[in-house]
């Protein structure tokens, strides 16, 4: 998991990331593909064949967002809070 404050971009070029699988229950923490961003833009990326298990803020691809967007995203996920 990441952790974006830069205020940028986070461009994926069309890309699909494909079976991403993330287990973190019990930290309590943010779980995404990014866990937390603040001032950050994420486009044209895709998720696909996504698990994603935590217990807190739980998202394919961002669990917390403080600031910024999301545009053009495709994704099919499966999220799981326990």
Request: with cysteine; glycine share 18%; hydrophobic share 35%.
């Amino acid at each position: 998991m990441a952790r974006l404050s830069s205020h940028g971009d986070f461009n994926g070029n069309g890309k699909v990331i494909n079976g991403l699988h993330i287990n973190n229950a019990g930290s309590g923490n943010p779980v995404g593909l990014f866990g937390y961003f603040n001032g950050t833009n994420i486009y044209r990326v895709g998720l696909e064949n996504v698990s994603i298990v935590g217990n807190n803020e739980v998202g394919a691809l961002v669990g917390h967002i403080s600031s910024g967007y999301i545009n053009d995203v495709i994704f099919y996920w499966k999220c799981e809070l326990q």
